[in-house]
């Protein structure tokens, strides 16, 4: 039986030159083996816990900016033999299809993002424990609280990436997420207050006091969103809080930054290297590199090893985010970011952890700074079309800011704004920088992403209220 | 793969289980992209697993593996065993009994196996052409994506429960931009079926082309209280994120703003919205839900009045009622839980244009940012991005972009206060659905 420690480099090779047999450029074989493991507790109740094992294979074969890809979950020669056959089947014939050079040594590297206790080797009562501890925590704030939902997540991802240039690179990935989310009621209105916690780390991420911090401050956004007033509409100077904040640069700009939407002229980032597309005093970063991130690895999903890209110095656009194939076509040098959400898909320029870098204000200072405004201190999630750089974020928990102090609590408000004009307009950047976990969708993908910032301003935004 | 899931059900029962489910999985799909008429990504796929559903004593444990060999099959079962003893107890947690027979439909054309990727990627390219040649101010065509998949399940558990069926469809989707004066603007279309003989890439495309041309020039306007009609691509979104709540899990969990209002005035008196897990033309349909109970209509709300929710076996069992068949489970890697099959809002015989006719002002809608980060199933409340064409005097005018569309989910479905006879099949969460008019909205712009 084959495992992905055992697979001998003959066969990954022979699956190279089967997969070059008829045309192409370029082949890659990658294998995932992943185990992972869920509790959910709800209703006071630890529900379904459920875990499982996924072992399979994807062959890749590019031919110019043609790409091939076939997988399955038969991890034996036969299932190897078919993929292969698969996308040569498809492939455009070329009369010199590239050759495939001997596989290297396998590279990993092990530590870069330490793990010190492995999640598999907890007692999974010590699991369900937490779970207890966050949803007491949470309950604690009394009756107002209807509902109370905890997540644990475990993932351990690892693949191995060989291709035609003789590449072999093994990855082991180490994920672990917490989620509490309370529901909470007063008069017949509604809110709910959401806080996570997610690295690419090991059980010592989790104990009891930092999981009833997380439930605390759930519950504390879910109650305060009660007494909150309808947001007004129209435009107004807008405080993102820092951490949950990222997701302004990750939508308003981080999306339009990944070389697929350049290469296709479908983002307003294209074509405009060099140019100022934000505030003089803001630089950004996309971070694979970070240790520990939720978003990062120690190699990208093509084996390209990660790394900190600078997209932004000093208000002028500065870095694309590349992935082997769009940066092949570009003539430029693969960034780390090509990644995909399994071996079920197509690898793709993705953002890692993406940052605004942080400013020399405080927070205080900030908001002091402002007569009138919108504090936005937690966002629900947004989107964005990267061609027109339009963008929407969810508030879910916002306060007016009046005189220079975050006062009345505002629900219902939504962001909506267009990336460069907004950019441009952050006029004032604190030095209070936190990253925080999310999960980000692209073509149907979903990988997690950690987004980065400090409390920062925009002058004006555009604010979408219900009064 | 009866053979696979008989083999777990076997190991369960050695390993001590009595009351087990086991869900099999095996499917094939295709998947083309064509960019500047050349093939820009050929995904072809196979995927096959099973999943082990394990109550003890009230306590579920669930595990899932892609490997069916017999020594990861025993190991998956005595994962799904242990993970039940995590699990607390639930008086409502039960092995699913025998529900009947399952209704016999025509959800698999075997035609679709016989077509060849060549064949495939000449649709993707009509896909894309249509959307280039139908204006000159197309820019490009992101993406032009022909798809389709054949799936085969399996499902058997010790209470006798025991299934299967084959269902395929197939599909193109055309995301386009549009460009003028340095303006640019997207629009979207797609097409469903069987086989690749039902699927119109010509039409699709033009479509998305001209939803993308038709707002182009478009401005901000003021802020308003005004007549909106949503297109069935806008309504099936929002349609989307009500169904969430109209689930017996939120309401039993207190995640639903329905929980209370069974049998009260949801929407306006015209509106029925059924869960149709059986229609003929859905690709959602199926003989049966993930728990093996029969798929059937399930009325939601009939002339505004809210009859009820979509029920799994567990919730089911929680309101004492039956399962209404909406045990749905995204793969064989998840859990069943109560989820919507075909949503269908019935539709009148009024035209479009008559409606647009009889609107002194207002703003047909047709493309929303953030619905989905934008509304809170639980409160109802939302505000999200719309773009459109302003509606003056009973005639579509200028463009608009970059303006709000706030409120909360009830007010809007009380405020239904016409249908189109417009309604089409949106894919992304399979639904039916005419163009909605709603009165009194409001419209956030300068």
């Known amino acids: 039986m084959i495992t992905i420690e055992t697979i001998a480099p003959d066969l990954l090779e022979a699956t190279l030159r089967h997969a070059l047999a008829a045309g192409g450029d370029f082949a890659e074989v990658f294998i995932e083996d992943r185990v992972g493991l869920g509790l959910r507790l709800e209703d006071d109740k630890i529900e379904q816990t459920s875990g499982g094992h996924e072992f399979g294979v994807a062959v890749r074969l590019t031919n110019g900016e043609h790409t091939y890809y076939a997988y399955s979950d038969e991890v034996d020669e036969v299932g190897l033999a078919d993929a292969a056959g698969a996308v040569a089947a498809a492939a455009r014939r070329n009369a010199s299809p590239a050759g495939v050079t001997a596989l290297g040594n396998a590279r990993s590297e092990p530590g870069r993002h330490p793990v010190l206790v492995p999640p598999e080797s907890v007692e999974v009562e010590r699991k369900a424990g937490l779970l207890r501890a966050a949803n007491e925590a949470a309950r604690a704030f009394g009756g107002e609280v209807a509902q109370v939902t905890v997540g644990y997540s475990e993932d351990r991802q690892r693949v191995l990436i060989a291709n035609s240039l003789g590449e072999l690179v093994n990855d082991d990935r180490t994920r672990l997420r917490f989620i509490v989310n309370v529901v909470t009621r007063r008069d017949g209105a509604i809110q709910t207050g959401y806080q996570s916690l997610g690295e690419s780390r090991g059980f010592e991420l989790l104990d009891e006091p930092r999981v009833v911090a997380v439930a605390r401050e759930a519950a504390e956004k879910a109650i305060a969103m009660l007494g909150a007033k309808p947001a007004p509409m129209g435009t107004m100077p807008v405080v993102m809080a820092n951490g949950f904040g990222g997701t302004l640069f990750h939508e308003a700009c981080g999306h339009g930054l990944e070389a697929d939407a350049i290469a296709k002229n479908a983002s307003i980032y294209a074509g405009r290297m060099g140019e100022l597309v934000a505030a003089a005093h803001v630089s950004a970063f996309d971070d694979g590199s970070l240790v520990n991130g939720w978003g990062s690895g120690a190699f990208d999903d093509e084996g390209v090893p990660t790394g900190k890209t600078m997209v932004i110095e000093n208000g002028r656009l500065c870095g694309y985010l590349y992935d082997r194939l769009r940066a092949r076509a570009a003539g430029a040098q693969p960034t780390g970011n090509g990644r995909r959400q399994s071996f079920r898909h197509v690898p793709i320029p993705r953002m890692t952890t993406t940052y605004i870098a942080p400013g020399d204000a405080t927070a205080d200072e900030v908001i002091a700074a402002t007569k009138r405004g919108f504090y936005a201190k937690s966002l629900a999630g947004g989107q964005v079309e990267p061609a027109s750089g339009n963008f929407v974020f969810g508030v879910s928990e916002g306060y007016l800011i009046e005189n220079g102090k975050v006062t009345t609590p505002l629900r219902g408000a939504t962001l909506i704004g267009s990336g460069i004009d907004v950019l441009k307009r952050i006029d004032m950047i604190a030095d209070d920088f936190d990253v925080r976990s999310g999960m980000c969708g692209k073509d149907g993908q979903s990988v997690p992403v950690g987004t980065g910032q400090a409390t920062l301003r925009i002058a004006e935004m555009t604010v979408g209220g219900t009064s | ?446």
């Open chain 2, 1 to 446: 793969m009866f053979v696979v899931v008989d083999r777990a059900l076997d190991l369960a029962r050695a390993q001590g289980a009595s009351s087990v489910e086991v869900y099999a999985q095996r499917a094939t799909s295709r998947r083309i992209k064509v960019y500047e008429q050349q093939v820009e990504e050929l995904t072809a796929a196979r995927r096959k697993g099973i999943g082990v559903r394990v109550f003890t004593e009230g306590a579920v444990g669930y595990a899932y593996t892609s490997d069916t060999s017999d020594a990861s099959l025993a190991e998956t079962v005595a994962r799904a065993i242990a993970n039940a003893r995590v699990s607390d107890s639930d008086e409502f947690a039960a092995l699913p009994e025998p529900q009947g027979a399952a209704p016999q439909l025509e959800i698999y054309d075997p035609r679709l196996a016989g077509a060849s990727d060549a064949d495939k990627i000449e649709i993707a390219l009509a896909l894309e052409r249509a959307a280039l040649e139908h204006d000159a101010r197309v820019k490009t065509v992101d993406t032009a994506i022909y798809a389709d998949g054949d799936d085969e399940i399996f499902i058997a558990n010790t209470a006798g429960v025991r299934g299967s069926y084959r269902t395929n469809e197939c599909y193109t989707f055309a995301y386009v931009l549009a460009e003028q004066d340095g303006q640019v603007e997207t629009g979207d279309s797609y097409s469903i079926g069987r086989d690749i003989s039902q699927l119109e890439p010509a039409r699709c495309g033009a479509e998305a082309a001209q939803r993308a041309c038709d707002l182009l020039g478009a401005r901000k306007c003021a802020s308003m209280k005004a007549t909106v009609v949503l297109d069935p691509f806008v309504a099936a979104a929002f349609i989307g994120v009500l169904s969430s709540a109209l689930t017996a899990d939120a309401v039993q969990k207190g995640r639903s703003l329905f929980a209370t209002l069974e049998g009260s005035a949801v929407a306006g008196t015209i509106v029925n919205l059924t869960d149709d897990g059986v229609h003929r033309d859905g690709l959602a349909s199926a003989p049966f839900d993930g728990e093996g109970t029969p798929c059937r209509r399930t009325p939601l709300i009939e002339g505004g009045v809210l009859r009820g929710f979509l029920y799994d076996t567990y919730t089911g069992r929680k309101a004492g009622r039956a399962s209404t068949g909406n045990g749905l489970r995204p793969s064989y890697v998840g859990t069943p839980s109560p989820r919507p099959t075909n949503l269908v809002v019935e539709g009148s015989k009024t035209p479009l244009a008559d409606i647009i006719g009889g609107v002194e002002h207002g703003v047909l809608v047709t493309n929303a940012v953030g619905v989905h980060s934008g509304a809170n199933p639980v409160s109802g409340e939302f505000s999200i991005g719309i773009s459109g064409r302003l509606i003056e005097s009973g005639r579509l005018s200028t463009p608009v972009r970059e303006v709000t569309l706030a409120g909360d989910i009830i007010s809007m479905l009380k405020n239904i206060t016409a249908l189109a006879d417009d309604a089409r099949w949106v894919p992304s969460g399979s639904i039916l659905t005419p163009s909605l008019v709603i009165e009194g909205m409001s419209i956030g712009g300068v």
